[in-house]
């Protein structure tokens, strides 16, 4: 996630980091070069151009901007409930760790707290398609009691499992028992949350007409701007294309909100941060530090 001071005039103009620019160049350069080439044709060539109307554009370029932001809100909505879902993460471990305190053995505390800073990695991973029991199993006292199908919910069966067995021998209240309960039930909706953001894009068909569109509008933008523009046809064109591909771009990228690209959320930093609260809820003085930006990214 992009973490960058207020833009200013200079920055809004020439910021790179977190921008779309980078991924949108080479199509905008197309859309510009085509645009050259049209208006070198009507310039030198007026016999094998045929004047287009700006008419259809107009209403073409209405319905696509409706259409584009109806997407583009339906992305953002995948990120911002992704974001409350890691919200309530944080929410349910730091809950968890408060309510712990009836454990009176500190072991067994410890090794409960620490399985949910083993299950925010996994978690973590698991949306990333990436290995859940290799970043996870630092945390776990037996991971080989966690098995590989889906560690993220084997560690709140294990941690559930432990629990049970406390409130089983007395050593804390049923009352107590169930707020622990309700605790991993909430960690288990958080993990069905983000799977299904993750597991659910947007319509196929829906996106691909939307991909369609664009490139069919700006390609033929150029036929339409070359006679009552002359040489500004390219700019102007370049400029439609930029916003049309970059809101595109964007929606792409906020569609999935669990990846490593800059404007996904930063779920490092989330993780770390349910590492200091656990480890300081067990009294541990030395913190891993809090995690910042690198070149204004939060990872």
Wanted: aromatic share 10%.
């Amino acid at each position: 996630m992009i973490v960058h001071p207020r833009p200013d005039v200079l920055r809004v103009l020439f910021t790179l980091k977190g921008s779309i620019v980078k991924r949108i160049a080479l199509r905008c350069l197309m859309i510009t070069l085509l645009a050259a080439l049209i208006v070198l044709v009507e310039r030198h060539f007026p016999a094998f151009f045929y004047p287009v109307s700006a008419t259809p554009f107009t209403l073409l370029g209405l319905s696509l901007s409706i259409f584009m932001s109806f997407r583009n809100n339906a992305c953002y909505d995948r990120w911002w409930e992704g974001r409350k879902a890691w919200g309530q993460l944080i929410i349910e471990v730091r809950s968890f760790a408060r309510e712990s305190v009836a454990i009176a053995d500190p072991q067994q505390r410890q090794t409960i707290l620490r399985a949910l800073c083993g299950f925010a990695h996994a978690l973590n991973a698991r949306l990333r398609g990436e290995d859940e029991l290799a970043v996870a199993r630092p945390w776990l006292a037996e991971p080989s009691a966690i098995g590989p199908h889906n560690v993220c919910d084997g560690i709140l069966r294990d941690v559930g499992a432990q629990c049970s067995r406390l409130a089983e021998q007395q050593l804390i209240s049923e009352w107590r028992y169930t707020l622990l309960e309700q605790r991993l039930v909430g960690l288990s909706q958080v993990q069905a949350t983000c799977e299904r953001i993750k597991g659910t894009p947007l319509p196929f068909p829906y996106t691909l007409l939307l991909h369609r569109t664009i490139y069919i509008f700006c390609l033929l933008l150029p036929f339409a701007l070359a006679e009552p523009l002359g040489w500004l046809a390219p700019l102007f064109t370049t400029i439609v294309g930029y916003t049309f591909f970059g809101l595109d771009a964007i929606g792409n990228e906020l569609e999935d909100p669990f990846g490593r690209d800059e404007n996904d959320l930063p779920t490092d930093a989330m993780v770390r941060t349910v590492e200091r609260d656990v480890l300081s809820a067990l009294g541990e003085a030395a913190l891993p530090p809090a995690l910042q930006p690198v070149e204004y990214v939060l990872s």
